[in-house]
Structure formats: structure tokens, C-alpha cells
Nanobody
Framework: VQLVESGGGSVQAGGSLRLSCAAS????????LSWYRQAPGKEREFVAS????????EYGLSVQGRFTISKNNDKNMMFLEMNSLKPEDTATYYC????????????WGPGTQVTVSS
């Protein structure tokens, strides 16, 4: 499955953005789709994940209460609604796919840049 992110851009602190992740094929039950981000010189950081079947969500501590992950099973798409953006949210955002009981990700998108200015 190929994943492609979109929706990145530049925004001022306090603003909002909505990222999308489109899959080239059908996402089967038993998969988890996630958002990670990586800022220059930093390690890749977990942002949020959603289980494709149950819809169970998890969030990284730094984004809890500000970001919301969602999905559209019919369109094989995942979204990340980002509110109250901070300059420290500046990063390249990636979507990834893994099986529920596997820790390694099978697929990654090329990423989309989010820049938050103060």
C-alpha cells in the first residue's frame, strides 16, 4: 500500500491545519495507521494512531487535547486535525501503516511539511 500525505503548510501560532493521508489500496482490518513527525536534528516522534477496525485512538503527550486523528474507511483515508498549533509543532509529518500486533511499520508516506511561526 502506498501512502501519500497532504495538507501541510505554513501557519501562525494558534492556527489550525488538517492533514490527510491517502492510501492507494484498501486498508484491511487489523491495521493501525499512525502519524509521526520529525523536526530537523530530532528523532521521529509519535503523534497519533488509529486502529482501522475499532477506531481506537492514541496520542502523543505533546499533542493531546490539540490534535484529533480520524479516518474514512470507505475512502481509505486518515486525517489529523491540528489546532492551537505551536512553533514546536514545526516538522515533517508522516503517515505510516502497521499491523496491530507488529511494531514495525510496513509502509510510510513521503511526508508533508508543517511550519508554525510565532
Amino acid at each position: 500500500v502506498q501512502l501519500v500525505e497532504s495538507g501541510g503548510g505554513s501557519v501562525q501560532a494558534g492556527g489550525s491545519l488538517r492533514l490527510s493521508c491517502a492510501a492507494s489500496g484498501r486498508i484491511l482490518p487489523g491495521n493501525v495507521l499512525s502519524w509521526y513527525r520529525q523536526a530537523p536534528g530530532k528523532e521521529r516522534e509519535f503523534v497519533a494512531s488509529i486502529a482501522w477496525s475499532s477506531g481506537h485512538t492514541e496520542y502523543g503527550l505533546s499533542v493531546q487535547g490539540r490534535f484529533t486523528i480520524s479516518k474514512n474507511n470507505d475512502k481509505n483515508m486518515m486525517f489529523l486535525e491540528m489546532n492551537s498549533l505551536k512553533p514546536e509543532d514545526t516538522a515533517t509529518y508522516y503517515c505510516g501503516r502497521r499491523l496491530v500486533y507488529v511494531t514495525d511499520y510496513a509502509d510510510w508516506g513521503p511526508g508533508t511539511q508543517v511550519t508554525v511561526s510565532s
